[in-house]
């Protein structure tokens, strides 16, 4: 079986360790990706072996567009195998601190160009995984508190959901694994709470004392970190427990943030079986 994934980025190589010891060979573009991106010979006659596609391409910040779908739509269109697209919760917007399902409307949120880039895949017939906050080893609240760049934000009642990213990788092998219909799947943990929590956690694993609480003011975040405390949701998973039988690892950020001190993380990545 042959994945072609655009964009091996963080959670994508997350997603090709988990398929590969499972038979999968994995061509991609992107960060020492096999293949350019740019080729367009040479994505199209992988994309012509491939049985399965996954895109990780978020849109241009600068155009709002997905390359991917610029470039490559109209095969994606003719093609018959199984697609995939890593999207974000943010389609959903705020929901002043509200559960959230598959149901819910999109593109009333600050990220206009993915709810539009969302809408275009699963006008192809994808499976449009929704993502919260992506954690795992190397980008964990663990991190931040080590490198002296984690912040507590004063904002009561503000809560998010998060997910663990070889969650993200079980999911995507389950929908590959049960030919998963098409549609949009959360994935997302079970227990959406405050960043403050999580941060608080972190210090309490490492033995150190969490960071002054502050106000988003006194913070001087960047306009990208402000954006994360623009919208207030929690993320419901149902749908994708449901269909695709999936059951996240970490449940909560307790588990996941342990894993990640541990460092057992990428041993477990291969885990499990593909059929």
Not at 24 to 37: I, K, Q
Not at 56 to 85: C, H, K, N, T
Not at 213 to 219: C, G, K, R
Request: with cysteine; proline share 6%.
């Amino acid at each position: 079986m042959r994945l072609l994934i655009f964009g091996l980025g963080y959670t994508a190589k997350h997603v090709a360790a988990r398929l590969e010891p499972h038979g999968w060979a994995v061509e991609a573009t992107g960060r020492d990706g096999t293949l350019d991106f740019a080729d367009k010979d040479a994505v199209q006659f992988a994309l012509g072996k491939a049985d399965a596609v996954l895109s990780s391409v978020p849109p241009d910040r600068q155009s709002g567009s997905d390359q991917v779908l610029a470039d490559y739509g109209a095969d994606l269109a003719r093609f018959d195998g199984w697609i995939g697209y890593l999207s974000s919760t943010g389609v959903y917007g705020d929901a002043d601190g509200a559960w959230v399902d598959e149901t819910a409307p999109t593109g009333t949120g600050r990220r206009s160009a993915r709810s539009e880039a969302d809408e275009a895949w699963l006008g192809l017939g994808a499976r449009v995984f929704r993502l919260p906050g992506i954690y795992g080893p190397g980008r964990s609240a663990l991190d931040r508190v080590r490198e002296g760049r984690a912040n507590r934000i004063d904002i009561p009642g503000q809560v998010f959901s998060r997910v663990h990213v070889r969650d993200i990788a079980e999911g995507v092998a389950l929908a590959l694994k049960q030919r998963a219909p098409r549609g949009a799947y959360n994935l997302s943990d079970d227990l959406p709470c405050p960043q403050n929590t999580v941060i608080e956690e972190a210090c309490r694993l490492l033995g150190t004392a969490p960071p002054p609480l502050q106000t988003l003011e006194e913070a001087d975040l960047s306009p990208m970190a402000r954006g994360f405390y623009a919208e207030n949701r929690r993320v419901a998973n149902i749908k994708a427990k449901r269909v695709l039988e999936w059951q996240p690892a970490y449940p909560t950020y307790r588990e996941g943030l342990v894993a990640c001190l541990a460092g057992s993380d990428s041993a477990s990545l291969a885990d499990g079986g593909l059929g």
